[in-house]
């Protein structure tokens, strides 16, 4: 396949340079004196050349993909996903395994079908660009999942959550946890799951070996070595079950917070080294957090990790593979540092960082942080029209309405209760386009505005007598002689203003039920 692509890339740069010779050929005639004329047509050209040698590349990789996984041997031909009752089965890829895989897992041999995922949720999506990849187990003091699927889903366009799919793999085999995780998925993200953005999956109850015979190595404990080991399993699972969904997987954990805008920087940033040799790309330095790697080369990985999943974690075996891939044992440990390099490519700042602080080995604390991971964007600024600003609503620590209305931070307030208002009041009469409000941010989600309605305060006296008559389909009529326009869904309020309504002289934010959580508005954005 290397040969391939290395032939296919000679074409791609002779081709380029029959574009540029021919262009010269055709400029050289050209009478002397338009030096001008013939110096822009070579810059055309130049331009152009590079374009398509760019967009062939793109192409060469995404075939390169296309190949390697559709010459990956299968363990079975003829196997269907279980799947939990009432969840479409259709258009899902069944993994595919080395068939080599029993020589690492022989107890599979007495359960042939134990490597078949139970699917609980989904839709079956694939052809997208990234599988985000969210291993979880059970946890003794505290689950971070919920908060971490908040963060991955937070700031996605509609555009970016069809381009992308979440693989939930709850790696437990106790069915009344798992039921548990799928129950509390299924309440916090109804509309991705329905999507098929988020899928959530867990392995047969025959998937595990017995785990009490491990050898205890490089000083660990029993409990540790077993923790570990299980781990390598989980990954390779997951690996597995996720290489047909997308032409990228990016191995993620259950207790992390992503930064804002990560899915347009993972794509920028794989396009700027899709020229390169390389076989994963960090966009976290801890563990084996942000790593991405191309789909079509996950089950040659996953081979190697199941040869040596007894004896060591998955961040050295991965060390390893570069070591096993490029060193040369004639040759001193720095050139063999600097060869491995190569092969990996660190993002600054990084994407995604670790937030959890109990581990899912009992008993262990990490407070690890990634130094790279920078300042968090908790809130978004805009150009609002000059109003003056109130709320019912007590701020907390200084993040007040004002502030986040003119663009310099967010506004937090205390648990809203029925009646609670934020009112804007414009200087001036605003003839409005359109209105966004979110509420929450990447790291407090769950601070939103729930039974919450907008509304405006229409000039003119007339619009508001339409309006109380239903002879405006836009809205109907609220209290003080607002109009209600819209209202939050999943935390966020948008729309455009119909015209009938004319010159707005305030907007304002009602809340009609009392809440258990406080409430956060990251964005104020007023079209006029």
């Given at each position: 396949m290397r040969r391939s692509y290395g032939k296919c890339l000679t074409l791609v740069l002779t081709f380029c340079g029959c574009i540029f010779m021919v262009t010269w050929q055709a400029v050289r005639h050209e009478p002397k004196g338009d030096l001008q004329n013939i110096y822009e047509r070579l810059v055309r050209a130049e331009k152009r050349g590079e374009a398509l040698s760019l967009k062939l590349l793109q192409v060469l990789e995404n075939l390169q993909n296309l190949t390697v996984t559709g010459n990956n041997l299968t363990l079975t031909s003829n196997i269907s996903l279980a799947t939990k009752p009432g969840v479409k089965s259709a258009n899902l890829h069944f993994l595919s395994v080395q068939p080599n895989a029993l020589l690492y897992l022989s107890h599979l041999r007495e359960h042939p079908n134990s490597l078949e995922p139970i699917v609980h949720v989904g839709q079956g999506r694939n052809g997208v660009s990234l599988v985000l990849a969210v291993p979880t187990v059970r946890r003794q003091k505290q689950s971070y999942l919920v908060n971490t699927l908040s963060s991955l889903l937070f700031d996605l366009?509609?555009?970016?959550?069809?381009?992308?799919?979440?693989?939930?793999?709850?790696?437990?085999?106790?069915?009344?946890?798992?039921?548990?995780?799928?129950?509390?998925?299924?309440?916090?993200?109804?509309?991705?799951?329905?999507?098929?953005?988020?899928?959530?999956?867990?392995?047969?109850?025959?998937?595990?070996?017995?785990?009490?015979?491990?050898?205890?190595?490089?000083?660990?404990?029993?409990?540790?070595?077993?923790?570990?080991?299980?781990?390598?399993?989980?990954?390779?699972?997951?690996?597995?079950?996720?290489?047909?969904?997308?032409?990228?997987?990016?191995?993620?954990?259950?207790?992390?917070?992503?930064?804002?805008?990560?899915?347009?920087?993972?794509?920028?940033?794989?396009?700027?080294?899709?020229?390169?040799?390389?076989?994963?790309?960090?966009?976290?330095?801890?563990?084996?957090?942000?790593?991405?790697?191309?789909?079509?080369?996950?089950?040659?990985?996953?081979?190697?990790?199941?040869?040596?999943?007894?004896?060591?974690?998955?961040?050295?075996?991965?060390?390893?593979?570069?070591?096993?891939?490029?060193?040369?044992?004639?040759?001193?440990?720095?050139?063999?540092?600097?060869?491995?390099?190569?092969?990996?490519?660190?993002?600054?700042?990084?994407?995604?960082?670790?937030?959890?602080?109990?581990?899912?080995?009992?008993?262990?604390?990490?407070?690890?942080?990634?130094?790279?991971?920078?300042?968090?964007?908790?809130?978004?600024?805009?150009?609002?029209?000059?109003?003056?600003?109130?709320?019912?609503?007590?701020?907390?620590?200084?993040?007040?309405?004002?502030?986040?209305?003119?663009?310099?931070?967010?506004?937090?307030?205390?648990?809203?209760?029925?009646?609670?208002?934020?009112?804007?009041?414009?200087?001036?009469?605003?003839?409005i386009k359109r209105y966004y409000f979110r509420s929450g941010n990447i790291e407090t989600n769950g601070d939103k505005f729930y039974n919450t309605t907008v509304e405006v305060l229409p000039s003119d006296v007339s619009v508001k007598e339409r309006v109380e008559k239903r002879e405006l389909q836009c809205c109907k009529p609220s209290s003080d002689g607002f109009v209600e326009i819209g209202s939050f869904v999943n935390g966020v309020a948008e729309g455009e203003l119909d015209g009938a309504l004319g010159q707005i002289a305030a907007m304002r934010l009602l809340v009609h039920s009392d809440s258990d959580v406080w409430v956060l508005l990251s964005e104020i954005f007023i079209q006029v």
């Open positions: 366009t509609a555009e970016q959550k069809n381009d992308v799919v979440i693989v939930v793999f709850v790696a437990e085999i106790d069915s009344a946890f798992v039921s548990s995780v799928v129950e509390s998925i299924e309440k916090n993200f109804p509309d991705d799951v329905k999507s098929g953005l988020v899928e959530v999956v867990s392995p047969s109850p025959y998937f595990y070996p017995n785990f009490s015979n491990l050898k205890e190595t490089f000083g660990d404990s029993k409990e540790r070595v077993k923790w570990r080991t299980k781990q390598n399993l989980d990954y390779s699972f997951l690996m597995l079950y996720s290489q047909h969904k997308a032409t990228y997987y990016v191995q993620l954990e259950d207790d992390i917070v992503a930064k804002a805008g990560y899915t347009d920087s993972i794509k920028t940033h794989i396009q700027s080294v899709i020229t390169q040799q390389w076989l994963y790309l960090e966009f976290s330095q801890l563990g084996f957090i942000g790593k991405l790697f191309r789909a079509a080369d996950l089950p040659w990985i996953v081979e190697f990790i199941l040869m040596f999943h007894k004896d060591k974690p998955i961040d050295w075996l991965l060390d390893h593979i570069l070591w096993v891939k490029v060193c040369n044992p004639e040759k001193d440990s720095k050139h063999c540092s600097s060869e491995k390099a190569k092969l990996k490519h660190t993002f600054k700042p990084s994407l995604f960082q670790h937030v959890g602080l109990h581990s899912s080995l009992p008993g262990k604390i990490q407070k690890l942080k990634d130094k790279d991971f920078g300042k968090q964007v908790l809130f978004k600024a805009h150009s609002n029209p000059a109003a003056v600003l109130s709320t019912s609503l007590k701020d907390y620590q200084g993040h007040s309405l004002v502030r986040a209305y003119q663009g310099q931070d967010f506004f937090w307030g205390l648990n809203p209760m029925r009646g609670d208002y934020v009112l804007i009041a414009f200087t001036q009469p605003q003839n």
